[in-house]
């Protein structure tokens, strides 16, 4: 079964409005989460290393303020896209590190935002 | 930079044709080396790894051989089926600060015809 959920599967919404995305992890407790971003036939790029209890870390070129992301428990971490608009549009998926696997991550599904 | 160069797709075979996607990186560590496949409306799952040089990583018939003369991960599977239709990811992963970060190959579309 799924390790790893995400909410919504897909979005779509209006320029200048915010989006949360949710990423659980159903079977472990994480204190790491990753973000990435997809676009259409290209690779993942890690966004942000998500911390429970503590600030994301970044990637270089990913806008903080833009993208926020919150990992308030060692179950959920929420990124939400602020201010969205069409050139944020793109697949995001999250992934979960099992604490007993340094390499081992499993992934959620992904969301498709698609920003009008 | 750390980076991984998998050969572009699309990728058409025939069903129990022999399969071979190409993966090659460059780190500046020793790195794990991973190969991941997404399954159409699925998230990515580990299909295999390898840790160190000459580990070779196998998994539902699929292998790949960890080579550090070659700086290669290529991924082969003697008999491809329709059900392996998917979009396979090429991975290393390095330590970075605390965590061991992933680095994605551009990925490759394999659609395997009955």
């Known amino acids: 079964g799924a390790v790893v959920s995400q909410h919504p599967s897909w979005v779509i919404c209006k320029s200048g409005t915010s989006v949360k995305i949710e990423c659980r992890s159903l079977?472990?407790?994480?204190?790491?989460m990753f973000w990435y971003r997809q676009f259409p036939k290209q690779s993942l790029m890690l966004m942000a290393t998500?911390?429970?209890?503590?600030?994301?870390?970044?990637e270089q070129g990913v806008e903080k303020d833009k993208f926020l992301i919150n990992h308030a428990s060692l179950t959920l971490s929420t990124l939400t896209v602020t201010s969205a608009h069409p050139e944020d549009s793109s697949f995001y998926i999250c992934?979960?590190?099992?604490?007993?696997?340094?390499?081992?991550?499993?992934f959620g599904p992904g969301t498709r935002l698609t920003v009008l | 930079g750390d980076s991984v160069t998998q050969m572009e797709g699309p990728v058409t075979l025939s069903e129990e044709a022999f399969l071979t996607i190409n993966c090659t990186y460059t780190?500046?560590?020793?790195?794990?080396l991973f190969w991941y496949v997404q399954y159409p409306g699925e998230g990515l799952q580990l299909l295999l790894k390898?840790?160190?040089?000459?580990d070779k990583g196998s998994n539902k018939g699929f292998e790949a051989t960890y080579r550090k003369e070659t700086t290669s991960f290529h991924l082969e599977k003697g008999s491809v089926q329709v059900s392996d239709s998917a979009v396979y990811f090429c991975?290393?992963?390095?330590?970075?600060?605390?965590?061991?970060?992933?680095?994605f190959g551009s990925g490759t579309q394999l659609t395997v015809l009955p």
């Open positions: 992934s979960v590190r099992w604490v007993f696997s340094t390499d081992t991550q499993y």
């Open positions: 079977d472990f407790q994480a204190t790491t």
């Open positions: 998500s911390n429970e209890g503590s600030k994301a870390t970044y």
């Open positions: 780190a500046t560590g020793y790195p794990s």
């Open positions: 390898a840790t160190k040089a000459d």
């Open positions: 991975a290393l992963s390095l330590l970075s600060g605390s965590a061991r970060q992933l680095t």
